[in-house]
């Protein structure tokens, strides 16, 4: 039984791991702009950086391909990759070979530079993310290049060449930055790997990342209904459900005082009961959350003699 027990337990590993690799994998490359055995260079760089840029404009990859493929000697600019139009990856230059993305000797220390073209779209921006994420970690393997971000040694961004070596480029970090991805968190991903479904979610559209880009303040503006009416901790308290978090309702957590919202169902507030629909009184509508906890995505804002009251971050945004 024990055998039998650890020989699904491998065969799950197994079923895993596939997935895992499914995962990592999945872009496939367009060589329709690829260059031709007579352009771009034959120039074997030293295999010790994978360098990563955005396009700089808000042009969809395929153009950027394009204009590479005609301009790379005229305009002397090209590079591997370019990636985005919602996970496309273009193939321009050839692997292994010098291309000219980033001044002479970054060029001669890249077997692959990649592009990621702007999106002003948040959700086509998570999948052409991932996509570039992923396929500069998978160059780094294919080239025994780790995937430490900016040590000089490994993947650096456009901007570590001109901050160390030459050159005044500075991509890509403001533009992950436009779409929530800090440098820290760049590093962090490169060192994981995305999923290229686009589910992946950066920290930035998260509730509570919103409410924190917000300088956290808050508002309830809109009518919410009662869901259950208790007296507790001294005060008729209710709750509702969805900014509870759920019907696993904590009062000392969940509990908002009857006294501090007004009906907006024409009912009496000396009598509230389940299903009656409240407001916020001014000034406890708006205001700035106190305290986050992200492990339940919730927000805690400090109601004074009433203490903290906690709240379902996804719901609060929405009132
Ligand atoms: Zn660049």
Request: aromatic share 14%.
């Amino acid at each position: 039984m024990k055998n039998k027990i650890s020989k699904l337990v491998v065969a799950l590993m197994a079923i895993f791991l596939l997935v895992l690799t499914n995962v990592a994998s999945a872009y496939s490359v367009d060589y329709t702009y690829a260059l031709n055995g007579n352009e771009g260079t034959y120039q074997i760089p030293y295999n010790r950086l994978i360098i990563a840029h955005d396009t700089g404009t808000y042009a969809p990859a395929r153009n950027n391909a394009i204009f590479e493929k005609r301009t790379w000697l005229s305009n002397q600019a090209f590079v591997q990759y370019i990636v985005g139009d919602g996970g496309h990856v273009y193939k321009v230059g050839r692997d292994g070979n010098v291309s000219w993305g980033a001044g002479s000797w970054a060029n001669a220390n890249a077997p692959v530079q990649v592009e990621l073209a702007r999106t002003y779209s948040q959700a086509q921006f998570n999948i052409d993310y991932a996509v570039y994420v992923n396929l500069l970690r998978d160059s780094a393997r294919t080239y025994g290049i780790s995937t430490n971000l900016d040590t000089g040694y490994g993947i650096v961004g456009h901007k570590w060449v001109s901050d160390n070596v030459w050159g005044d480029h500075q991509d890509p970090y403001g533009y992950l930055a436009s779409h929530g991805i800090s440098k820290a968190q760049f590093a962090q991903d490169l060192k994981t790997g995305l999923p290229e479904n686009g589910n992946y979610h950066p920290n930035n559209s998260s509730s509570i990342q919103q409410f924190k880009n917000a300088g956290n303040w808050y508002t309830i503006n809109k009518p919410i209904r009662v869901d259950e009416v208790r007296y507790w901790r001294g005060c008729w308290q209710f709750v509702n459900y969805e900014l509870a978090g759920g019907r696993d309702v904590n009062w000392d957590n969940n509990g908002i005082p009857l006294a501090i919202v007004t009906r907006t169902d024409g009912g009496d507030n000396d009598n509230v009961g389940k299903g009656a629909m409240v407001k916020f009184d001014s000034p406890w509508n708006t205001g700035t959350i106190d305290s986050y906890d992200p492990a339940t995505n919730g927000v805690g804002v400090n109601y004074g003699k009433y203490g903290m009251i906690w709240f379902n971050a996804d719901t609060l945004l929405k009132l």
